[in-house]
Structure formats: structure tokens, C-alpha cells
């Protein structure tokens, strides 16, 4: 197995050098995080240690909205419909006075 693992993050790897080469522009891997939907937790370590990159957890957050986790529960949406109830009641109260 894990022969087929160094072949995988091999060929990421090298996809990402040709990404080098071509844009002039690198990754920094020590900076970088990994993140895998439907693998399990003990794969996605393997493959960071061997980029030498750290695992994202799951749910998180990407351009302010969550990634991840149950849309159909109301944990999910209970942070964005807080912020939005705040900016309501905000603008709400300057319209009125």
C-alpha cells in the first residue's frame, strides 16, 4: 500500500513542479494544508507527511462559508444566520430612528 501511496503523491507532486515551471510561481509545502473529502483520516495523514504539509479538519471554512459539513442541519447555517440577523437588526434600527 504504500507503494501506491508514494505513487500518488509522487505524481501530485509532480503535477504541482510542472505548475512550477510553467508559472514561476512554487508551493511552499511547509505552509500548505491538505485537504481530502471521502478518504479516511489515516490516508490523508499519510499522504501529508509525505508532501510534508499538515491536514485541514473538517468542516472548515473557505471564502467565508463552511465546506464540509451537513447543509441539511440547522447546526450548519445557525453562524451565517446569526451574522445575518445582526446585520438586520442593525440597518433595521437606522431606518427607524
Known amino acids: 500500500m504504500m507503494s501506491r501511496t508514494r505513487f500518488v503523491v509522487g505524481g501530485f507532486k509532480s503535477v504541482l513542479r510542472s505548475y512550477k515551471v510553467i ?3 512554487r508551493v ?3 505552509r500548505s494544508c491538505l485537504g481530502v473529502i471521502a478518504v479516511e483520516d489515516n490516508m490523508v495523514s ?3 507527511r509525505l508532501m510534508n504539509c499538515t491536514t485541514l479538519k473538517l ?3 473557505y471564502l467565508g462559508l463552511l465546506i464540509g459539513g451537513n447543509a441539511r442541519k440547522e447546526e450548519f447555517w445557525r453562524l451565517e444566520l446569526n451574522k445575518i ?3 438586520f437588526s442593525s440597518w433595521w434600527q437606522k431606518k427607524l430612528s
Open 85 to 87: 440577523k445582526k446585520k
Open 46 to 48: 499519510r499522504y501529508a
Open 59 to 61: 468542516p472548515l471554512k
Open 23 to 25: 508559472s514561476d510561481l
Open 28 to 30: 511552499n509545502f511547509h
